[in-house]
């Protein structure tokens, strides 16, 4: 089977990204005007806020716990809200230690495409993995794990990076008459972003909130995703924008 457009584009990001050290990649996505007010048909998806992603964690994003008290702010805003969580297995095919010589942050080609190869993190049932002890979200409903396939990776919180796996998530939130999301946590250029992209191409109106997030940033990959959203029709806005 052909990869689709979107596949084929997505993986010359992260491609260009990690082995062409791509930087200064420009271009800002559409930021919504005026305040917003959620309804009973949006909802507040929150990426991987997870130890592992944070400070003393095995794969920490600068500033990754300053989300938390914003993303709590917000959820009061939000009838509807889903939460996703790294869960790999030991020994997954991100990690650059199941690959011998490879170091991480290099890249390896799997079977559904280039890889980016990270530290062993958010390794399923330990600590590191736990969603963050200050999370405060007294209506989230939904977990959605991922990455728990050994061999395929999975940024998104809609379709795993073989590009042909669901994670049932568009299937829950359109049985549920949503139509609109707000895209928040960890990190911006690589999981926000797969899942603002997704929820894209599945027709739901979307946003990235952008002070509820914060990026790895490697070589410009926060630029390009930036870029890449903006191209897709993803609105960037502030927290200070949602009523």
């Avoid at 609109?180 to 946003?207: E, M, N, P, Q, S």
Wanted: with cysteine; net charge positive.
């Amino acid at each position: 089977m052909r990869a689709s457009a979107s596949s084929v584009s997505r993986r010359r990001v992260v491609q260009s990204i990690m082995a062409l050290g791509l930087v200064g990649v420009m271009g800002r996505p559409l930021r919504a005007a005026g305040t917003i007010k959620p309804d009973a048909r949006s909802a507040l998806i929150v990426v991987d806020v997870q130890n592992c992603f944070v400070d003393g964690g095995t794969l920490p994003v600068k500033g990754g716990a300053d989300v938390v008290p914003v993303i709590n702010k917000l959820a009061s805003h939000f009838q509807n809200i889903v939460v996703t969580q790294d869960w790999h297995t030991p020994g997954h095919a991100s990690f650059a230690s199941t690959h011998a010589g490879k170091k991480p942050f290099e890249t390896v080609g799997l079977s559904y495409g280039t890889q980016v190869l990270w530290p062993d993190h958010c390794v399923q049932g330990s600590e590191d993995a736990a969603l963050h002890k200050d999370l405060k979200l007294p209506t989230a409903q939904l977990i959605i794990r991922k990455g728990f396939h050994k061999d395929v990776d999975s940024y998104s919180a809609f379709e795993e990076a073989d590009r042909k796996t669901a994670t049932g998530l568009a299937a829950y939130l359109k049985a549920r008459s949503i139509d609109t999301v707000f895209v928040t946590g960890l990190a911006t250029d690589f999981c926000v972003a797969w899942t603002a992209l997704d929820a894209r191409k599945l027709g739901f109106t979307t946003y990235v909130i952008e002070d509820a997030t914060r990026a790895i940033d490697l070589n410009g990959s926060l630029a390009a995703a930036w870029k890449q959203m903006a191209e897709a029709g993803v609105k960037r806005i502030q927290a200070g924008d949602i009523a």
